[in-house]
C-alpha cells in the first residue's frame, strides 16, 4: 500500500457501526439488569451482569485498537449470545428484551462481518 491509497469509507464506517451496537448491546444488559433490581436479589443480579458482560468487555480495549482478530473472534462469541437472544425472545416475561437483545446482536454480527471483509480485502491481510 502506497502513502496516496486511503482506506475506503467503508472499514471506517462499520467500525463506528460495530462500537454503536457493541455499547448499544452492554447498555441493554446494563439497563436490563438494573430493572430487576427493585424486585430482585442484588447480588445475584450483579453476579449475572457480570457473567453476562465480562466476555463482552474484555473486547473493548482491541476493538478500539482495530485489531482484526479481535473482530472475528468477537463475531463467533456473538453467534452463542444470539443464541441465547432467540431463547429469551420465546419467554413470556422477557419477550421485547429478547427481541432487542437479537436485533442488537444481529446488527452487531452484520456490521462485524462487513469490517472484517472490508479490512482484508483492502489491506490483503489473513486471520
Same mark, same amino acid.
Given at each position: 500500500?502506497?502513502?496516496?491509497?486511503t482506506p475506503p469509507a467503508i472499514i471506517d464506517k462499520?467500525?463506528?457501526?460495530? !462500537?454503536?451496537?457493541?455499547?448499544? #448491546?452492554? %447498555?441493554?444488559? +446494563?439497563?436490563?439488569? @438494573?430493572?430487576? =433490581? $427493585?424486585?430482585?436479589? !442484588?447480588?445475584?443480579?450483579?453476579? #449475572?451482569? %457480570?457473567?453476562? +458482560?465480562?466476555?463482552? @468487555?474484555?473486547? =473493548? $480495549?482491541?476493538?478500539?485498537?482495530?485489531?482484526?482478530?479481535?473482530?472475528?473472534?468477537?463475531?463467533?462469541?456473538?453467534? @452463542?449470545?444470539? =443464541?441465547?437472544?432467540?431463547?429469551?425472545?420465546?419467554?413470556?416475561?422477557?419477550r421485547i428484551y429478547g427481541i432487542l437483545v437479537t @436485533?442488537?446482536?444481529?446488527?452487531?454480527?452484520?456490521?462485524?462481518?462487513?469490517?472484517?471483509?472490508?479490512?482484508?480485502?483492502?489491506?490483503?491481510?489473513?486471520?
Open positions: 500500500m502506497t502513502a496516496s491509497e462499520s467500525q463506528r457501526t460495530v !462500537l454503536a451496537f457493541f455499547y448499544a #448491546l452492554l %447498555l441493554l444488559f +446494563t439497563g436490563y439488569g @438494573l430493572w430487576q =433490581i $427493585p424486585g430482585g436479589n !442484588l447480588p445475584a443480579i450483579i453476579m #449475572l451482569w %457480570l457473567i453476562k +458482560t465480562l466476555p463482552l @468487555l474484555i473486547f =473493548i $480495549p482491541s476493538l478500539h485498537k482495530r485489531s482484526l482478530r479481535a473482530y472475528a473472534w468477537l463475531s463467533f462469541l456473538v453467534l @452463542l449470545y444470539f =443464541i441465547q437472544g432467540v431463547q429469551t425472545a420465546f419467554t413470556q416475561e422477557a @436485533l442488537l446482536l444481529s446488527g452487531l454480527f452484520s456490521a462485524l462481518i462487513v469490517y472484517i471483509r472490508s479490512y482484508r480485502q483492502f489491506y490483503k491481510v489473513s486471520l
